[in-house]
């Protein structure tokens, strides 16, 4: 036998043999590593039934450490293809982790700077987030027609109309007020979120820390 060579099974499984070993063959019985020196390819085809003898087709040895290898029956069937498993290069996972920590902190600083800017239209906090929220539905209700508005006609004597800077004259009147202000929310919302997930799709398709830092300053709306 001509080493290295392989060895197709009649399951279709393949073996790839790089030098005398002991072996078990199909029916069980357990060959000496010596035999593999003396026989040649019909032989072992002939003592090993259903045993086939395919020549190895290798690529050139890899400049990365080999950790170790597939086999494949080439397209013609006539030989077994080997693909060398490779380590990854020196630093690979360093490179990785230092990737990862960009992307996270490029992630925080947008949704930092997010934050800043809504602030320039609303107050933080998830308690006054719902605050609004409840705020800007009772003021629909009113401006519908009805419906209860208590944090509304707590606010009567209280909120400034902007247009005269007294407090509002009517129930009406602060709805319309609120309404209004809702709405230059909801437009000034839709650029700064559309700008944030905009540049979070970027920075989680930047390939290393270079082009993440590359990604600002964020093209936030003016």
Known sequence: MIFPFAIMAADASLRVVRGAEAFIGPDGTQHPAGALNVWSAADLESLCPGWRVLP?????????????????????????????LTAPPPGAGEAAAALARARAEACQR?????????????????GQAMSYLIKAQEARAVLAGGGAAPILTALLGIELDPATG????????????????????????????????????RIAAAP???????????????
Do not use: H, Y
């Not at 990365?64 to 006539?78: F, K, N, Q, S, Y």
């Not at 290393?208 to 830092?213: F, I």
């Open 208 to 222: 290393g820390p270079a082009e993440v830092a590359a990604l600002f300053p964020v093209a936030w709306p003016g």
């Open 166 to 201: 007294a407090p509002a004259a009517s129930l009406e009147r602060l709805a319309a007020i609120v309404d209004a202000e809702a709405g230059r929310w909801q437009a000034a919302e839709a650029g700064i979120d559309a700008a944030r997930r905009g540049a979070k799709i």
């Open 110 to 126: 947008v949704d930092a700077e997010a934050e800043a800017l809504r602030a320039r239209f609303l107050t933080p906090g998830s």
């Open 56 to 84: 190895l087709v290798e690529p050139p040895a890899p400049a990365l450490p080999v950790i170790g290898e597939t086999a494949a029956l080439t397209a013609d069937g006539a030989a077994v293809a080997v693909t060398w």
